[in-house]
């Protein structure tokens, strides 16, 4: 059962028959806050780049013929499906997207975005599908086909969400009534908590987070360049 919390307010002081009645405190439901829908994505595709980072570190690994643990690759294809393939990208799809359709403007950008989306999907299911073969890893032909998928989402993505940060998100409340937004904003969440629990967000992060420890690429400093 949800907690409703109450916060104490004074109601304004009432004249009757010529005589001010003491103001009577009232309790009165107070306001659960909602993220706004274009705080929910953005901070999605924050995980979407830290997971695009760990594809880019395997890819590296691939690439300089370092040993690769199977584990992280399935670990990391796995949060990709099931929290940016099937749950970020299908509420875009749902009931995002929808919203800019109704405008001219937005039909090709949102067009050429949903195409994405669904190579993506056929992207991460290659990557998949070749991480679970046994000794992949032992295999040139499969480790160069891997390689090639993993940076062909990355690259591709990175684009994509750009994009989608710049030159949609920013005008999602011109393009619907503030109603709509809200209720948009309400039903994103709901359908978060529905899939993965009150502190799902959390979760996915931490698992995220502990891909990027077995990989040695957690820490900031890391990604520092080197000036020369």
């Known amino acids: ?12 002081l009432l004249l009757i028959a010529g005589l001010i009645v003491p103001s009577i405190a009232l309790s009165t439901p107070a306001k659960e ?36 643990r199977r584990a992280i690759v399935e670990e990391a294809v796995t949060i990709m499906k099931n929290f940016i393939d099937d749950y970020h990208q299908k509420l875009e799809e749902e009931y995002l997207f ?8 937005y039909k090709t950008l949102v067009k050429t975005l949903e195409k994405q989306h669904n190579i993506g999907r056929q992207l991460n299911a290659r990557i998949k599908e070749i991480a679970m ?29 750009a994009r989608e940060d710049t030159e949609l998100f920013p005008h999602a409340r011109s393009v619907m009534p ?13 359908r978060e908590v529905a899939l993965f629990g009150h502190d799902g967000f959390t979760v996915i992060l931490g698992k995220v987070i502990a891909l990027e420890k077995a990989l040695g690429i957690y820490r900031l400093e890391k990604a520092n360049a080197n000036v020369r």
């Open 33 to 68: 806050s909602v993220i706004p829908l274009t705080e929910d994505l953005m901070r999605e595709h924050g995980i979407l780049h830290r997971l695009l980072s760990i594809y880019d570190k395997v890819a590296e690994q691939l690439g300089h013929h370092t040993p690769v």
């Open 178 to 190: 503030t109603y709509k937004f809200n209720s948009l904003s309400r039903i994103f969440e709901d």
């Open 1 to 12: 059962m949800k907690t409703i919390h109450y916060q104490r307010t004074l109601c304004p």
């Open 133 to 161: 073969h046994d000794n992949i890893f032992n295999k040139p032909t499969y480790k160069t086909h891997l390689l090639a998928l993993l940076k062909a989402y990355s690259s591709m993505f990175r684009v994509h969400t």
């Open 98 to 105: 929808p919203q800019f359709k109704k405008h001219s403007s």
